[in-house]
């Protein structure tokens, strides 16, 4: 059998059951049930508009979204579209997310914008941290230290952020913390030529350990060093007064925008640019990138030490832009999350992106479903966040296109 | 341009590569470098293309000594190679892959795509070389992606050009193909070299050849004068036989027997259709056909490596699909696979534990649970000299080794079975003339000893030399076997689809063999 027709059958019937779902469970029982749906924010500063709220019938509405979703799983059923079953896939389950939001919020309202709000603030480490490895991947290391660059940057940047009470500063620092891992794992896979998983593993126990101790040994009794100053949201004239887009747009703190501008650059520099033709190059076949005269080893350091600058920003958002400090392995798990999203976006930034707004989405609803009874526990719910990606990761990702030298070492004669 | 090496010596541990290799090659001139597998062509071709550096010597370019220390400084030198990997993203278009390395950019660094693809165009109409700028490189057939290895050592303005066996990957019209572009490249003024060890390419295409033997030039010749023999003493060092020695076969019971095999890919669309093929005792049944007709199936389904999805397959009268791979592979069946990378060796291991794949637990290489490595040594040993394996040892790697040398390995195991029937596919793909001369025997060898032979190959050549009966090949249907003689240019016109009816007339095929007595065989040979 043909592996892309299989998987996209696979989640065509994962699709079906979905949309089965949300039509018998959400929407048939729920007849005459309101949902209000605000779409203003208790979030933002801005409040340029006032478009109230909202009040959504759930049978209709989730009967929509479950049909949907039922199209979505005959398409991918009955139709071949093997470069786009990650997108519709996602799609589908990104639907179910929003009908189960909408039926847990019945009786009662949902802050709409302000979902969005967070599902893009939730993204945004994840995003970071797919792009360094997206990085890292298209030039053949591999870069499972992702969830170790992200501790580390956290670590330095609420310390230096601390001191010198300049948030950029901060940043500054987690972007040499994340440098300081990528250096390693370059120090390891590129010049002596260790095996990059085992590289990669080593250097998150040793960033996880590390940042431990030092919390408990030092942070812990000079909280001085644990009070920072943070990121706030800084309002772009003009745009932030759009109604719904505003909030959730250009009203966000400067790493948000730095991160989607990361995604947008890199997305232009990898496929469009003589530096991304060659780190390609250099990531399916380094020795032909060689005999044309590249410099194989220099790329692939490049291309590290720029996701050490990317993950350590996405470490420095936790601890000064989440949050306002530093907590033992605050990280949780978002290095792998953010592995999961790069493969789900199959190496490109784009890609990457989308598959950490779901995965974002998903965050901020297990956040979300907390302030509502749905009779499930909240630690639980607080789970959502690591299933959906379990799913994203044993369906969508599926056969995957990798990088033709990816984790090889390569030396010259 | 002109190149002089002199005194090139390179040493690997264990073997001397290259010993004070002295060559000139002249200004539009195609020289031929011949040699067998792991003479130290290619390493002589690596360090010229600044891969390897030289232990001792010097190269001179139009007579001043050049420092090469890395393709960057052969390729601003003038040197240009077409690898015998193709040094070729697969991903990337023909003209990302032509102009990798020396991209055309517009402001900040972004890739001008339309001047790529037109600067592309222009070389190849320029050249006679025809290539689409957009397509990816993995789709295209072997011969365009050569193409490709071919303009982009032109668009990086190559004044000599290092062919490394370009041909082995080629089906025969590539090759015609080839070699009308590498007389238009000489004749615009431009050094080749030609590296292979097909006597017959260097005699069609080389202005002059120097010979390579055991990292040494053994002697320089003239292509108009010296024969093919002498060319082969030459290149082995003692005299060849280059036409198979064989006598009529002595057909006997049928061993191997095909039954209306039908295959279909995933797609559905067919690999195979409705083949029979008998296989007797003392014969050897050869199979023609352009690669990719199906051969591939065919061997897969007879030595019981896959289930046709109709038809069946007999050893001995037992259907393959009742009997174990182990049981077949123990019991009488010996395969020289297609691809040795994938099918045929365990590269990283010894030589000596690739000679003992399939039998390492039986007597005499393990007895009580243990391994005998004293034992298991003495065979690889033996197989090592018998077949003329070149290696510094037996316990060496054999991913280490050419691929030639690689293939004298997977031959000395599947050969020194007890087999009933042997399955050979391309059984000297890649392999040199006095390698070639001693598979050959002992493929004839075998069937005199009364195993079923089936080979497999591309090499009309060698389907010639060896067969007693020749089935066709083409889009997964069988032609024949027919009889020996057969007419060379009627082999080719079946390959190419014809039907043979219309070839040969009211001519039988013969599926399960002459019925009546044993043809008289002419040893005509062309």
């Not at chain 2, 990798?100 to 070389?123: C, F, I, K, W």
């Not at chain 2, 082995?236 to 009529?248: A, I, M, S, Y």
């Not at chain 2, 040199?432 to 050549?461: F, P």
Request: proline share 4%; aromatic share 4%; hydrophobic share 50%.
């Amino acid at each position: 059998m043909n592996p892309h027709v299989t998987r996209s059958r696979r989640f065509g019937v994962v699709a079906a059951v979905l949309g089965a779902l949300v039509i018998g469970f959400f929407a048939l029982p729920n007849a005459g049930v309101i949902t209000e749906v605000s779409l203003e924010s208790r979030l933002a500063g801005a409040d340029g508009s006032r478009i109230g709220s909202i009040d959504v019938p759930i049978l209709v509405v989730t009967l929509l979204i479950g049909l949907a979703v039922l199209a979505l799983a005959a398409l991918l059923l009955t139709v071949r579209l093997p470069d786009h079953v990650n997108v519709v896939g996602g799609a589908a389950v990104g639907l179910f997310v929003v009908a189960f939001l909408l039926w847990a919020a019945r009786g009662d309202t949902l802050f709409a914008v302000d979902l969005a709000r967070l599902s893009l603030r939730s993204a945004v480490p994840l995003t970071l941290g797919a792009l360094a490895g997206v990085l890292c991947e298209r030039a053949a290391v591999v870069n499972i230290a992702i969830e170790g660059q992200l501790l580390a940057g956290a670590f330095t940047a609420v310390v230096v952020a601390s001191v010198t009470a300049s948030p950029m500063a901060g940043a500054g620092a987690g972007i040499l913390g994340g440098v300081v891992i990528a250096a390693m794992l370059g120090l390891l896979s590129i010049k002596f030529s260790t095996d990059q998983i085992v590289a990669g593993v080593v250097l998150i126990v040793f960033a996880a350990g590390l940042t431990s101790f030092l919390a408990s040994q030092w942070l812990s009794t000079s909280p001085e060093m644990n009070s920072p100053a943070t990121f706030s949201a800084v309002e772009i004239a003009g745009l932030s007064s759009i109604p719904v887009l505003g909030p959730i747009l250009f009203d966000q703190s400067l790493l948000v925008y730095a991160t989607l501008v990361a995604v947008v650059g890199l997305q232009v520099a990898i496929f469009r640019t003589r530096w991304g033709l060659r780190l390609r190059a250099v990531g399916e076949h380094p020795k032909a990138a060689d005999t044309v005269g590249i410099n194989v080893s220099r790329t692939r350091w490049l291309a590290v030490l720029a996701g050490g600058v990317l993950a350590g920003l996405g470490g420095a958002f936790l601890s000064i832009d989440a949050a306002s400090s530093f907590t033992e392995d605050m990280s949780a798990g978002k290095g792998f999350i953010a592995l999961a999203a790069m493969l789900a976006g199959r190496y490109n930034p784009r890609g990457a992106f989308g598959a950490a707004m779901l995965f974002g989405l998903a965050e901020a609803s297990a956040r979300a479903l907390q302030g509502f009874d749905v009779g499930i526990p909240s630690q639980l719910l607080l789970a959502i966040p690591y299933v959906v990606t379990i799913i994203v990761v044993s369906g969508l990702i599926g056969r995957l296109r990798i990088p033709g030298a990816s984790g090889q070492h390569y030396a010259t004669e | 341009m002109e190149l002089e090496l002199r005194g090139i010596t390179k040493r690997f541990p264990g073997v001397i590569a290259n010993d004070h290799v002295d060559l000139r090659v002249t200004d539009g001139e195609i020289h031929g470098l011949l040699g067998e597998n792991g003479a130290g062509k290619s390493t002589l071709m690596n360090i010229l293309y600044g891969l390897y550096s030289a232990d001792e010597g010097e190269i001179l370019i139009d007579g001043s000594p050049v420092e090469l220390d890395g393709p960057a400084d052969a390729i601003a030198a003038g040197i240009g190679m077409v690898h015998q990997h193709f040094m070729l993203v697969p991903v990337f278009t023909v003209a990302e892959n032509i102009t990798l390395g020396t991209e055309m950019v517009r402001p900040g660094g972004r890739l001008d795509r339309s001047a790529a693809d037109d600067a592309v165009r222009e070389l190849s109409v320029r050249h006679g070389l025809p290539v689409e700028p957009d397509a990816v490189v993995e789709n295209l057939p072997v011969g365009l992606q050569q193409r490709v290895e071919i303009l982009k050592a032109l668009y990086r303005d190559a004044q000599l050009l290092i062919l490394d066996e370009p041909t082995a990957v080629l089906t025969p019209p590539e090759a015609d193909d080839l070699f009308e572009a590498m007389a238009s490249l000489r004749d615009d003024g431009r050094s080749l070299v030609f590296i292979s060890h097909k006597l017959r390419e260097h005699r069609a295409i080389a202005d002059r050849i120097s010979v390579l033997r055991r990292g040494r030039i053994v002697g320089t010749a003239d292509p108009r004068e010296a024969s093919e023999q002498e060319l082969a003493d030459l290149m082995v060092g003692r005299p060849v036989d280059l036409v198979v020695d064989k006598t009529p076969s002595a057909a006997g019971d049928v061993v191997l027997e095909a039954r209306g095999l039908g295959v279909v890919d995933d797609e559905g669309s067919p690999l195979l259709t409705d083949v029979d093929l008998a296989v007797r005792r003392g014969e050897i049944v050869a199979v023609a056909g352009v690669e990719g007709n199906g051969q591939g199936t065919l061997v897969a389904c007879v030595t019981g490596l896959r289930s046709p999805d109709s038809g069946s397959v007999t050893l001995r009268g037992t259907d393959l699909s009742a009997t174990s791979r182990v049981d077949l592979l123990r019991g009488g069946i010996g395969h020289v696979p297609e691809d040795r990378n994938r099918d045929g060796l365990v590269g990283p291991m010894s030589i000596a534990e690739n000679l003992i794949l399939d039998h390492w637990d039986a007597e005499p290489y393990a007895s009580r649970g243990l391994l005998q490595f004293a034992t298991i040594r003495r065979h690889a040993d033996e197989a090592v000299e018998a077949y003329d394996i070149r290696t510094p040892s037996s316990a060496t790697s054999a991913g280490s080794l050419s691929g030639g040398n690689q293939q004298k390995v997977v031959v000395a195991r599947e050969f020194d079975k007890d087999n009933d029937l042997l399955v050979a596919a391309q059984p000297t793909r890649g392999v040199d003339v006095g390698s070639i001369e001693y598979i050959h025997k002992r493929i004839v060898q075998e069937r005199d000893g009364g195993t079923a032979v089936l080979i497999v190959s591309s090499e009309l050549d060698e389907v010639l030399a060896l067969a007693d009966r020749v089935a066709v090949m083409f889009h997964g249907r069988l032609m024949g076997p027919f009889d020996m003689p057969i007419d060379k240019s009627a082999i080719g016109q079946m390959m190419a689809g014809a039907d043979p009816a219309d070839i040969l007339g009211d001519r039988p095929a013969t599926p399960d063999g002459p019925t009546a007595d044993v043809d008289a065989i002419d040893e005509e040979q062309s």
